[in-house]
């Protein structure tokens, strides 16, 4: 594989967003490989095990060319020095991302020289998303279509139950909205 670009898109990923795919797709144009890495931390509680995790991400991304998922533990930059990685992608949606991102960008850059860690703004229609965003919609009874691709929907609706689920959704154009006087009344 000499001479092929390959990076790590590391994270959680529990669930996987639209977010997340849209970083995904805009990375596979700038690498020849990109190894979705989940993270296993055993002192987080997530919603979703590791390999229920990899799974979802595998359904989600299977018409991709060019994406390896797995997992790790410990140190980041000891996985890219395993899978000789010499790319890390960071997704920045906002500004408070920034601050603690670049400091682990120069902890990696520390430790693994050879490692660039490139930040890549997350598309403008998903600035907002994030799994904790999604994971505390879904525990309040609030609908996420749209936001996961339809295995994490599916999953998520599992996890909590179909009968809860959506409550809170937006109504479609074909529901009769109240009148604009009845909106005001108290």
């Known amino acids: 594989m000499a001479g092929k670009r390959v990076a790590v898109y590391p994270g959680s990923f529990d669930p996987i967003t639209y977010g997340h795919v849209d970083i995904v797709d805009r990375s596979l144009a700038l690498v020849d490989r990109l190894i979705v890495?989940?993270?296993?931390?055993?002192?987080?509680?997530?919603?979703?095990s590791v390999p229920e995790r990899i799974d979802m991400?595998?359904?989600?991304?299977?018409?991709?060319?060019?994406?390896?998922?797995?997992?790790?533990?410990?140190?980041?930059?000891?996985?890219?020095r395993e899978r000789?990685?010499?790319?890390?992608?960071?997704?920045?949606?906002a500004l408070?991302?920034?601050?603690?991102?670049?400091?682990?960008?120069?902890?990696?850059?520390?430790?693994?020289?050879?490692?660039?860690?490139?930040?890549?703004?997350?598309?403008?229609?998903?600035?907002?998303?994030?799994?904790?965003?999604?994971k505390e919609v879904v525990q309040f009874?609030?609908?996420?279509?749209?936001?996961?691709?339809?295995?994490?929907?599916?999953?998520l609706e599992e996890r909590f139950g179909r009968a809860r689920f959506g409550v809170g959704t937006p109504p479609s154009p074909a529901s009769p909205r109240p009148a604009p006087a009845a909106r005001r009344r108290r």
Request: proline share 4%; net charge positive; with cysteine.
């Open 37 to 48: 890495a989940v993270a296993s931390n055993p002192s987080k509680k997530g919603i979703f």
């Open 57 to 80: 991400i595998r359904t989600a991304l299977q018409d991709r060319k060019g994406v390896e998922i797995a997992s790790f533990e410990g140190l980041l930059v000891h996985f890219c």
């Open 84 to 93: 000789k990685a010499d790319v890390i992608i960071r997704g920045l949606r």
């Open 96 to 134: 408070s991302d920034f601050e603690f991102e670049f400091q682990m960008a120069m902890m990696n850059k520390r430790m693994y020289p050879r490692g660039e860690t490139v930040f890549m703004m997350t598309g403008s229609q998903y600035f907002y998303l994030s799994s904790s965003v999604i």
């Open 141 to 155: 009874g609030g609908t996420v279509e749209g936001l996961v691709p339809p295995v994490v929907l599916e999953r």
